[in-house]
């Protein structure tokens, strides 16, 4: 249980912390969420939102980040 307990609080801190740069990122200005690719549809009483190209832009910024860090640590 005591694994797991480190776990839980590794995975929350962690939840913290890309939360806080998720707030920081969404004050400069950049694009996210708003990019071409990005579904949005408004209907008269709902509001259906997708970030599709923004899912597959922080995918691919995030797989080089984690193979770059994988190589520098062989």
């Known amino acids: 249980m005591v694994e797991m307990g480190r776990l839980l609080i590794f995975v929350g801190i962690t ?26 549809y408004r209907g008269k009483h709902t509001t259906f939102y997708f970030p ?10 995030l797989s080089i980040v984690v193979f770059v860090i994988g190589r520098l640590r062989k």
């Open 52 to 61: 599709l190209a923004s899912s597959i832009l922080i995918s691919v910024v």
């Open 15 to 40: 939840l913290a912390v890309v939360g806080g740069l998720v707030m920081l990122l969404g004050r400069t200005g950049l694009p996210l969420g708003r990019l071409p690719g990005d579904v949005v």
